[in-house]
């Protein structure tokens, strides 16, 4: 019997999903998105706006391939869910019926109801539509404020920054990042970013926001009461599920759309992934909501098993991250927290110059490996998740470094003597 299967949301998870379906099933796939007609690399946003990429390049699949591969594509907002039905309510009034319903609708920037934060200028930077923005708003602005210490805070800096706008960086933390990083690691961020002339204010948070009589921004008060001139406030203080459109639907939601370890929520046949997926009983170690893009993926990969009557429960592995501070890469890999456990020990060393630093975090008793952080130097993913997953020591792992290191054309070689 060929099935209706209904995914909400365009991105990485829902578009993986349904690739994965069509490879294993013959059953019919509409995706419903209202950001963009076409699926795009979410993660490429900022080098659209510094110039390095047209948004074409930033979609991984021609747009004959939904066609061909009989991946309906429908640009509409959804409104509500009718379960009892089976059937999707869109802001076209077009009801949209289903046997499987997939909700993979990621999530939306945080607001924490400061004066002024619905002032023209003052958005976050997480959809198209944030950069369309953005880029319209360019011309005018000299100055600006970006409030939030995260991963998506120090990419929208970098942006300003590339057209030659001043940038004060509001901080929360005492260091920049510290709920995630180490001392070391926070403090090595915060002299990369002031390195690069950001004004950058710890320990610091949004109280106002101030307009002119034309509902422009003119400038920001901080939590000191200190006042800073600016066109541009960027609001990058996090980010949660985007599930609002499933209030009394019947489907179960906290924070995010709660699913069991196949990712199916309360109701039948209706499943949620990604960003706006909250687990029940996460995998071990994980939290219930993970917000990362290859979580996502894997996500997709697994519920399209399930749906094809492959039934998989999902795991994930250890955790890994990667991101961006300005030219230096940082990596992760299992679990390194802000401060040591109790069982916990740890081997670090940094070169200063070079914006360069290794840390590996291991268990006191027999120095099994259970995390790596990497600033500046480029690390293998499959050796780095075969040392951790198999209890490799924190010695093999320093005798054996040079076949952990990934190291491609052009890229700085990490002095090894040094670290």
Request: charged fraction near 25%; aromatic fraction near 10%.
């Amino acid at each position: 019997m060929i099935r209706q299967i209904v995914i909400i949301g365009n991105g990485i998870s829902g578009i993986t999903a349904a690739r994965h379906i069509r490879k294993n099933s013959d059953d019919k796939i509409t995706v419903i998105s209202s950001e963009t007609e076409h699926f795009f690399s979410r993660t490429a946003l900022m080098y659209i706006y510094m110039g390095h990429m047209k948004y074409e390049h930033t979609k991984p699949y021609e747009d004959w391939f939904w066609k061909k591969n009989r991946i309906d594509l429908v640009f509409d907002h959804v409104e509500s869910v009718d379960i009892n039905n089976r059937k999707i309510l869109t802001g076209s009034s077009a009801a949209i019926e289903y046997d499987v319903l997939i909700i993979a609708t990621g999530s939306k920037p945080n607001k924490f109801g400061w004066p002024g934060q619905d002032l023209n200028g003052v958005h976050g930077m997480y959809s198209r539509n944030d950069l369309d923005m953005l880029e319209r708003n360019s011309p005018r602005i000299n100055n600006a404020v970006v409030v939030g210490g995260g991963l998506i805070g120090i990419e929208l800096v970098e942006m300003l920054l590339s057209r030659n706008i001043g940038v004060t960086f509001l901080v929360r933390e005492k260091s920049f990042w510290s709920k995630i990083l180490p001392a070391e690691e926070s403090e090595m961020i915060n002299r990369i970013i002031r390195s690069h002339h950001v004004n950058l204010k710890l320990k610091t948070e949004l109280k106002e926001i101030l307009g002119d009589e034309e509902g422009y921004i003119k400038s920001v008060i901080d939590s000191a009461g200190e006042e800073f001139t600016c066109q541009f406030v960027g609001l990058t203080v996090g980010v949660s599920p985007n599930i609002s459109f499933l209030l009394n639907s019947g489907i179960e939601t906290d924070r995010g759309v709660l699913v069991d370890e196949y990712l199916e929520t309360n109701v039948k046949d209706v499943y949620a992934i990604g960003d706006c997926a909250q687990h029940r009983t996460p995998p071990d170690g994980r939290k219930p909501v993970e917000q990362v893009w290859y979580t996502g993926r894997i996500m997709g990969e697994t519920v399209a098993q399930t749906i094809t009557r492959n039934r998989l429960p999902y795991k994930p592995g250890i955790w890994f991250n990667s991101a961006k501070f300005f030219d230096t890469e940082y990596q992760t890999y299992g679990w390194v927290f802000p401060t040591l456990k109790d069982n916990e020990d740890t081997w670090y060393r940094e070169n200063i110059k070079k914006n360069q630093a290794l840390r590996l975090v291991f268990l006191k008793e027999n120095q099994q490996l259970t995390g790596v952080n990497a600033l500046g130097i480029r690390l293998r993913h499959d050796v780095l998740d075969k040392w951790i997953t198999e209890g490799y020591t924190a010695d093999y792992m320093l005798e054996h470094l040079s076949e952990a290191l990934f190291d491609p054309e052009f890229f700085l070689k990490p002095d090894l003597s040094t670290l």
